[in-house]
């Protein structure tokens, strides 16, 4: 017996030889920037990693853009929300959907018009998606929020996959 892997868009797809169930990794991820380890002040991680963030780069400069099958444009955007495929995917759908310009925001923060625009991006995104390959049917949306939730990037977002 050994471990089944096939490579497809940098995740490995593995397949254990003992239950034939399969999981996927991104060996590249394990490179990305992380703004926050846990051992520092609230204070400190977030005016660090306003420094460090990616996000404004990314939503700017960089030219990864959805394939046109997704979006003709390139990206989603709605109100504040961009959406746009993640630099270190963790399967073929993978995207990021910043939610506002904002690099940091208080819970109280949070308006609801900001929540409902990525929720209608991320909406659409996944109707795209679906549209485009009829085998993708089951979508993820993870927001996570701070360190506490696993989030190594402080700028609010949401993984979609």
């Given amino acids: 017996m050994h ?33 926050a380890d846990g051992k ?36 989603i955007t709605e109100g504040e929300t961009t959406i746009f495929p993640n630099l270190h995917p963790f399967s073929e759908n993978h995207v990021v959907g910043v939610m506002t310009t904002e690099h940091f925001l208080n819970l109280d923060q949070f308006l609801s018009k900001l929540i409902q625009n990525n929720l209608v991006a991320s909406r659409k995104y996944i109707l795209a998606v679906n549209a485009n390959d009829r085998n993708a049917r089951f979508p993820t949306y993870l927001w996570g929020y701070m360190p506490s939730s696993a989030g190594s990037i402080i700028h609010t977002h949401a993984y979609l996959w």
């Fill in 3 to 35: 471990l089944q892997k096939f490579v497809r868009n940098h995740i490995e797809y593995r397949i254990a030889p003992l239950t034939s169930e399969q999981s996927r990794i991104n060996p590249q991820r394990g490179k990305k920037v992380k703004q």
């Fill in 40 to 75: 520092d002040e609230l204070g400190e991680i977030i005016n660090r990693s306003k420094i460090l963030c990616v996000f404004p780069f990314q939503i700017k400069e960089q030219k990864t853009e959805l394939p046109s099958g997704i979006c003709q444009t390139g990206r």
